[in-house]
Nanobody, 121 residues
Framework: QVQLVESGGGLVQPGGSLRLSCAAS????????MGWYRQAPGKQRELVAT???????DYADSVKPRFTISRDNAKNTVFLQMASLKPEDTAAYYC???????????????WGQGTQVTVSS
């Protein structure tokens, strides 16, 4: 059983910053890509950023260069540093991780429960 536990969401004023964290635990042999998605009310879930084991990153155009994704492979944790936040960044943010429980090349995408980020004055 794998768990992804997010933290760090909350209410912030426009122009402010927040840092999200997501720690993976449970039956894991290796973790490949980790990342963040978000979903605003009435909108489709969208990819925010991803990071590979080697540190290669990819971002949605809407968050460049304001957001920075990073990870600590030793702690199975991924972070999302968000700066210059805008009201349109308001959404539930979900952590994802591609995890293999065994020494195989078969990975399953796991999702966190979501953490709310609200940008409002």
């Amino acid at each position: 059983q794998v768990q992804l536990v997010e933290s760090g969401g909350g209410l912030v004023q426009p122009g402010g910053s927040l840092r999200l964290s997501c720690a993976a635990s449970g039956s894991m042999f290796s973790i490949k890509t980790m990342g963040w998605y978000r979903q605003a009310p009435g909108k489709q879930r969208e990819l925010v950023a991803t990071i590979t084991t080697g540190g290669s990153t990819d971002y949605a155009d809407s968050v460049k260069p304001r957001f920075t994704i990073s990870r600590d492979n030793a702690k199975n944790t991924v972070f999302l540093q968000m700066a210059s936040l805008k009201p349109e960044d308001t959404a539930a943010y979900y952590c994802v991780a591609d995890i293999s429980p065994y020494a195989t090349n078969l990975f399953t995408r796991h999702w966190g429960q979501g953490t709310q980020v609200t940008v409002s004055s």
